[in-house]
């Protein structure tokens, strides 16, 4: 493979990063290139050093997610290190994604009812006292507030497991990569 397929494929497999990170990832391997050709090597041979492409990109792709990951902890940055994961781990896909979406898919529905709890204890609170709630006015506007409270207290757990199960997945997937990484580069040899 020459130089410039080496990096077309590289830059294909970069598509959504920022134009900042593709860019700087470029001039590194592009580097790489350099050194070899003044070593007297030929672009086959660091092309064959450098190893595939395609696979490094998954890999890059996969450490930009961790790195947007913790130092942002949002969904969208939580979103990204998932994909890059997945992008990683293509050989365990058929065995990863039914339980990742099975666990993505609890968590959302758990977030949903405690989300229709909090709405429902704002129901109790407001209308309780006015439609004679059992037990008078206090013990509605208790309920209320108690249902909202439990509700939030139930959403910040979820968050914290949300926060484990992205953490778990990337730790995965960096075992996964140490473990697989030695086999592809003698698959390569």
Known sequence: MTRNDFIRRLKAGLKGLPAEDI?????????????????????????????????????LRFEAGIRNWQTDRTPSSAFAAVVGFMGLATIDILILLPIVLSVIGIIFALYLAMFALFICGGFVLFVGPLQGFPGGIAAAIFAGLGLMAGSI?????????SIWVINALLWFGRLHYRVIEPAIKSEDA
């Not at 207290?153 to 497991?161: E, K, M, N, P």
Request: hydrophobic letters at 45%; zero cysteines.
């Open 23 to 59: 860019s700087d990832i470029v001039a590194d391997y592009e580097e790489h290139f350099e050194a070899g050709a003044a070593e007297g090597r030929s672009e086959e041979e660091v092309a064959d050093a450098l190893g595939n492409p395609t696979r490094l990109a998954r890999e």
């Open 153 to 161: 207290a139930v959403g910040a757990l979820l968050t914290i497991l």
